[in-house]
Each structure stands twice: as structure tokens, then as C-alpha cells.
């Protein structure tokens, strides 16, 4: 039983959405990878990142999900919107993004 004036902290979640072009690079870049699975990293890492200060390009940010492998990110009114999946070890994607 809960005493009276105790609040349950409650975790605000964030929501994801993918635009078009990020689903096809997922797909792509990460084979075997739900986006559901994907959505839960990009949650945990987003968050994270912006705790540390991370750089904002454009609006967007750029967040590892896997070693190698970032998602640009931008926010929007609902939450954040995946832009596109980079590969690291691809230098033309690295100079473009």
C-alpha cells in the first residue's frame, strides 16, 4: 500500500517515427534489425546523448546505434523523427552527413 503524498515517478516515452528513406537504409545497413528493436536503442541513446551534450547539425542530431552505424535524428512536435541511417565505414555518407 502506497502512504499518502508517495508519487510514482513516471517515465515519459518518447516516440519515434521513421521517415521512408531511414526505413530503406535500415534495412539495408542493418540487416536482421525490427524497427521496433531499433526504435528502443534510438530511445535509450537519444536520450543519453542530449544528457551529454551532443552536437546538433541542422536541427538534427546524429546518434550511434550500433558501432559504426548512426541515425540522424530530428525533433519534431511529437517526439523525434529518424532521417536517414548512416554507415561509418562508408566515407562518401560520413562527408554528406
Sequence with gaps: MKAVGDVQKKIRTIQITFQPHALERMEARL?????????????QRIHSELRK???????????????????????????????????KSIPREVEQA
Design 31 to 43: 540487416p536482421g534489425v525490427r524497427k521496433e528493436q531499433l526504435r528502443g536503442r534510438l530511445r
Design 53 to 87: 551534450g551532443t552536437k546538433v547539425y541542422y536541427g538534427a542530431i546524429r546518434v550511434e546505434v550500433v558501432p559504426g552505424i548512426w541515425c540522424v535524428c530530428a525533433p519534431d512536435l511529437a517526439g523525434w523523427t529518424v532521417i536517414t541511417v548512416i554507415d
